[in-house]
């Protein structure tokens, strides 16, 4: 009897543990979790089994992704969030972006433009800490203390490391030799650690410790601020740090079919594209296209060509640019940039640059629960390591976001993006984002959570994946898997992933794209709740690391039961999609 009790533990265990991405999409009957770092998926959908609710699983998955993925996001960084309250049916946004220091000059990058991509003068004052507890502080439900233990076990008992982190070292151990603190904590002997090793991080493990005792201020003043000072030569000052506030922003809205979109406002330009492009395809019918054929893609990439020219031409920080953002998600600029559209040629661009996306600072998180509650948060410390400055004796990357501002308008970044004044570097200033936490809504109630990792290419992957589930009706794990592709109108080439047919690519030539293949455009990290079938639906993404966590707490109602399902009754039997 004992022996078939710890079978039925176990397999218990092994049926409702994280799950990595595949073809069917995970289902859960009280809530889901998707993170693209695999190994902190756990965190979550242990708060969630316990009881916590949506938000106090996306905060300890974001510790424990910090953890587990240092070299993607972490205390040293920033993060947006875009969240649903069931309490009170609001939604709302949170910018915990870096800022710039009161020391930073355009100037001084615009001379030396290589200290913006990495080193001190790379380093933004870090925001996610701070980000992390005013989130605790206005929905959590569980201790703060609580929310930290994953993380501070992963760190202190080690991480196994995977295929993807291994990897992901190994691209970037080589730029690791100048900053001897992140090359000893992150690599074995200089060399990515191999499969299977563990990975502990003890100063990680401490500094976690310090900000469970000390909360949202752990990093803004006291010990670790003053070695972040010393660690930048005082870019980033003590001032800076003690100064730094998140902000509760009016998230970006809009409408597509019968959903509403909540997204992520400036300093983030995720949220506005977004609405932009698809108020313009929403003067289309995509699910009369072929989904994929050198039709629907160009029809898409135009759309992008020109949401990303304005990108580059007036966004930014909009406490310090005045961003026309009601105009740019207004159904009445949609329909002048509709007119834009050849069917048979380009919307063409003015110059060129040939930058390639291709880094891995971001970390994205989607998580409903059972109660409705919805967030997406997507933190980042820019590109791999971010500035590859750890902090000595605190385990801490600091970020390189100062690489996200514009220091000229034929300078691009890291991510191929240009800019123009509105994104200047400027004191106190927060640089311009792609990352686009996201919410759908239906009847006011969240129905899925959506946000991905990868500059730039995070827009395009939201998007696509968003129009595969409400145009296409593509379950959450077919519409992250289905391939993508991405325009951000300089340079001027369509990037596609490999899947793409031959056919497609010589019509889409003949239209006049130069095209590069790409294997991975972003990383799109899904839940769905689907109120007819009273399920909770997960797609990750296996471009990365990435796992669903689903909470399956209540009983498996038999099929003639009628159940209470997010505050409504209903009977699931005949529900379930084939
Ligand atoms: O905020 C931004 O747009 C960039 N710092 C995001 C960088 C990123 O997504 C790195 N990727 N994996």
């Known amino acids: ?120 003068r790379s380093v933004a004052v870090p925001g996610m800490v701070q980000g992390a507890w005013a989130l605790h502080q206005k929905y959590g439900s569980m201790p703060w203390e609580k929310l930290l233990e994953p993380a501070i076990k992963m760190a202190s008992e080690g991480v196994r490391v995977e295929i993807w982190h291994h990897n992901v070292v190994k691209r970037v151990a080589e730029r690791l ?5 992140t090359r000893r904590i992150q690599t074995v002997d200089g060399m990515a650690p191999p499969l299977g090793w563990n990975h502990v991080q003890p100063e990680l493990a401490e500094s976690l410790r310090w900000i469970q005792k000390k909360g949202g201020k752990a990093l803004a003043v006291g010990p670790i601020a003053a070695k972040i000072a010393k660690a930048t030569g005082n870019a980033v000052t003590e001032l800076d740090l003690a100064r730094y506030e998140v902000k509760w922003r009016e998230p970006i809205r809009g409408s597509y079919r019968d959903y509403e979109i909540v997204s992520m406002p400036p300093p983030s330009s995720g949220g506005i594209l977004l609405v932009q492009m698809l108020n313009i395809l929403s003067r289309y019918d995509l699910s009369a296209m072929n989904h994929g054929s050198s039709e629907y893609v160009h029809l898409l990439a135009s759309t992008m060509k020109m949401a990303f020219e304005d990108r580059a031409g007036i966004l930014g920080d909009s406490d310090f640019y005045d961003v026309p953002v009601e105009k740019l998600i207004s159904m009445a600029y949609a329909d002048q940039q509709a007119a834009r559209f050849d069917p048979r040629g380009q919307v063409k661009a003015r110059s060129d640059h040939a930058q390639v996306p291709d880094d891995d600072g971001t970390t994205h998180i989607s998580v409903i629960d059972k109660h409705g509650n919805a967030i997406a948060i997507t933190q980042t410390i820019n590109t791999l390591f971010g500035s590859k400055i750890t902090v000595p004796g605190t385990g801490i990357v600091l970020n390189n976001e100062m690489d996200d501002f514009s220091i000229g308008p034929e300078l691009a970044n890291s991510w191929g993006a240009t800019g123009s004044t509105a994104n200047m570097v400027a004191p106190g200033k927060r640089p311009l984002s792609s990352m686009t936490p996201t919410l759908v809504l239906q009847d006011g109630k969240p129905v899925m959570v959506i946000g991905s990792p990868m500059g730039t290419l995070i827009i395009s992957a939201v998007l696509q994946t968003l129009i595969n589930v409400i145009d296409f009706d593509f379950d959450a794990q077919r519409a992250v898997n289905a391939p993508r592709f991405h325009h951000q109108w300089k340079p001027d080439r369509l990037t596609i992933e490999p899947e793409f047919p031959v056919e497609v690519r010589e019509r889409l030539q003949s239209l006049g794209y130069e095209l590069r293949e790409f294997s991975i455009i972003g990383a799109a990290e ?25 909470v399956n707490t209540s009983p498996v109602p038999r099929p003639s039961e009628t159940v209470q399902c997010v505050g409504t009754s209903r009977n699931t039997a005949e529900a379930v999609p084939d």
């Not at 889901?32 to 089994?49: I, K, R």
């Not at 030799?177 to 603190?181: L, R």
């Not at 990750?540 to 990435?546: F, I, P, V, Y």
């Open 177 to 181: 030799k100048d900053f001897p603190e």
């Open 526 to 550: 899904l839940a769905v709740f689907d109120p007819d079938a009273c399920m909770f639906w997960g797609g990750a993404d296996g471009r990365r690391d990435s796992r669903t966590g689903a």
């Open 1 to 120: 009897m004992k022996k078939l009790i710890l079978i039925l533990f176990v397999s218990t265990l092994v049926s409702e543990a994280a799950l990595a991405a595949s073809f069917e999409p995970a289902w859960g009957r009280d809530g889901m979790l998707v993170t693209s770092v695999g190994p902190a998926a756990w965190a979550g959908q242990q708060v969630l089994e316990n009881g916590g609710n949506a938000i106090d699983a996306a905060i300890a998955t974001a510790f424990a992704a910090a953890v587990a993925h240092p070299f993607s996001s972490g205390v040293g960084g920033g993060m947006f969030a875009v969240v649903h309250s069931a309490a009170d049916g609001t939604s709302t946004s949170l910018d915990a972006r870096e800022t710039a220091p009161a020391g930073a000059t355009a100037e001084f990058y615009t001379k030396n433009p290589g200290s913006i991509r990495s080193g001190a």
